[in-house]
């Protein structure tokens, strides 16, 4: 089966780091996005991790531990822009890679 | 390069009623996928195109969802009859591929709302 847990909401201050944890469960692997959604919006790509380690890209850096089934994504120097919802979204298994979806975190910057 | 565009931006329609939404791909992307998100759940994928081909459509609701791509192309995404249920947004992102590569970026779409009274 397929399970993604993720915090429901986070709050940060602007200029601060936050960590947004993910767990996941999928019956293949073909690596692990990160997406950021705006309210009213499309999500758009973070990143994307493939092999265990930390992507660095920026302001944010994405990890990954394939044993253990975890990933966050580390946003630095918080902005206000970076109010939005982070989706850890696991492609399916096999060569479909339809993205499975949770919730997402709803992550507040506050000044 | 434009990027995904999804035609109606939001369509207000009655039960019973016949709706069709449309997505343009980026040109050249050969995977094509429909999700849906209903509010307050998660985003759910509805089917999958590879060219003009149906990979999987196992996330398709039900009959009343009929989903083509002509040509390989655009893409059409009909509802008919659409129900109360079937409110919410639909996204279509679409993504490079060849075989056995991995990891494919999805780019996504701004999405149709559809709202069903």
């Known amino acids: 089966g397929q399970n993604i847990d993720q915090p429901t909401e986070m709050t940060a201050t602007e200029g601060a780091i936050v960590q947004i944890n993910c767990t996941y469960q999928t019956s293949g692997f073909n690596g692990l996005f990160w997406y950021q959604q705006h309210a009213g919006e499309a999500p758009t790509f973070l990143s994307y991790n493939v092999l265990d380690g930390l992507e660095e890209k920026g302001r944010f850096s994405s990890f990954l531990s394939r044993s253990k089934g975890y990933s966050y994504l580390l946003l630095k120097e918080l902005q206000m822009k970076d109010s939005a919802s982070y989706l850890c979204?696991?492609?399916?298994?096999?060569?479909?890679?339809?993205?499975?979806w949770g919730l997402g975190t709803s992550l507040a910057v506050n000044p | 390069e434009a990027g995904v565009t999804q035609f109606p931006s939001h369509s207000v329609i009655e039960k019973g009623q016949t709706v069709t939404l449309r997505c343009d791909p980026i040109s050249g992307h050969d995977n094509l996928y429909w999700y849906r998100r209903v509010m307050g759940k998660e985003i759910k994928f509805l089917l999958h195109f590879v060219k003009e081909s149906k990979q999987d459509e196992s996330g398709m609701p039900n009959n009343r969802f009929l989903a083509e791509r002509t040509g390989g192309t655009y893409s059409t995404l009909k509802v008919q009859p659409a129900e109360l249920e079937d409110s919410g947004v639909y996204f279509c992102?679409?993504?490079?591929?060849?075989?056995?590569?991995?990891?494919?970026?999805?780019?996504f779409g701004p999405g149709t709302r559809l709202t069903v009274l």
């Open positions: 979204a696991p492609p399916g298994a096999g060569n479909n890679r339809k993205l499975i």
């Open positions: 992102a679409s993504s490079q591929g060849s075989s056995g590569r991995i990891g494919n970026e999805q780019f």
